[in-house]
């Protein structure tokens, strides 16, 4: 593939640096829990974030990524309290359902680093059950995906929640898929955001059947990565995926179900923008988005089904 290579060190050798930078100045959107702060139920107050009950067949790995990833804490809590919340203070209530205010005991805190304290205090939306009652909850252990919000008058951390839902009952089990994931979000190695494609190109070689494409992303912290699609006659397509500077045609495509997979298949379109295609000839493009097609084959769906993409 040196033939390949070569067209493609020349081909952006000759362009403009800033194409060849990766770029993204999309971030992403901070949870405003500050202007969010939760009252008690005797005063209104704006309202929380819904949250569903869990899903039968529980988070997706996708589910507990989202909510993870935007939560300052993520908290084991046992429900002590809870009061209902009277429709007419809780804006924004669907229909069917409850507005919760609970108090909890922190039994740890799984991951962040604010100091919460014993006690804790948030708003929770519930549906109601066949009799119209919101469930009883208390003594029921959860595990909470939240930002701190402040202090309540007697002292007890007021969370509010970062997604829908963002309250799951607690078992060992997810506590064990969870823990791999906070540590890997906060790794030094951590795959960035991706936020968009940047450019693409396919170059043919001189053998039918041969070519190269390759497509760079655009980040959040604007650090590269790109993706490499190889085809060698006789031999099936491979793909891989470059995290550095280094642009490695030997690299691996990411295993399903980690964060590396969970930046690319949760985060770029099914389609390859036109405009992302630097390719002219007509076959050329026809290659790299064919290229680009098989790779979102190859990392299959981002599964949720307790939460929403770019929920925030």
């Known amino acids: 593939m040196a033939t390949i290579n070569e067209k493609f060190t020349n081909y952006f050798t000759g362009l403009n640096p800033a194409v060849l930078a990766l770029t993204g100045a999309f971030m992403m959107p901070a949870v405003g829990y500050a202007q969010n702060s939760y009252q008690s139920p005797d005063r209104a107050g704006p309202p929380p ?12 790995y996708a589910d507990l990524v989202s909510l993870s990833d935007r939560s300052a804490v ?5 429900i002590r309290r809870q009061s209902q919340v009277a429709a007419e203070r ?23 680093n604010s100091s919460l304290g014993e006690s804790l205090a948030y708003l929770v939306d519930v549906p109601l059950n066949a009799k119209g009652k919101p469930p009883k909850l208390k003594n029921r252990e959860v595990v909470l ?14 969370l509010q929640l970062t997604g829908r839902p963002a309250q799951l009952d607690y078992t060992p089990e997810l506590e064990a898929r969870l823990r791999p994931i906070l540590s890997g979000l906060i790794a030094s190695d951590a795959p960035p955001v991706i936020t968009g494609i940047g450019d693409a190109l396919a170059v043919k070689g001189t053998l039918t059947g041969e ?16 993706l490499t ?5 006789g031999q099936a397509p491979a793909w891989g995926v470059s995290w550095g500077e280094i642009i490695d045609s030997a690299a691996n ?21 036109s405009n992302a295609n630097l390719a002219r000839d007509p ?18 769906p981002c599964s949720r089904l307790i939460t929403e993409a770019n929920a925030t």
């Open 90 to 112: 809780a804006p924004g209530l669907a229909p069917g359902h409850a507005r919760l205010y609970i108090e909890a005991k922190t039994l740890a805190l799984i991951a962040g």
């Open 283 to 300: 076959v050329a493009r026809q290659l790299a988005e064919s290229d680009y097609a098989f790779v979102i084959s190859q990392l299959g």
């Open 229 to 233: 699609v190889l085809r060698r006659p």
């Open 211 to 226: 070519s190269e494409t390759q497509i760079f992303l655009e980040t959040a912290d604007r650090s590269p990565v790109s």
């Open 145 to 158: 995906f939240a930002n701190v919000a402040g202090r309540g008058v007697k002292g007890a951390v007021q």
């Open 253 to 273: 495509a990411p295993p399903r179900d980690t964060l590396r997979w969970y930046r690319l298949a949760c985060a770029l379109p099914q389609r390859l923008p």
């Open 74 to 78: 993520v908290v084991r809590a046992e």
């Open 49 to 60: 974030l819904l949250v569903a009950q869990n899903a039968i067949d529980g988070p997706t």
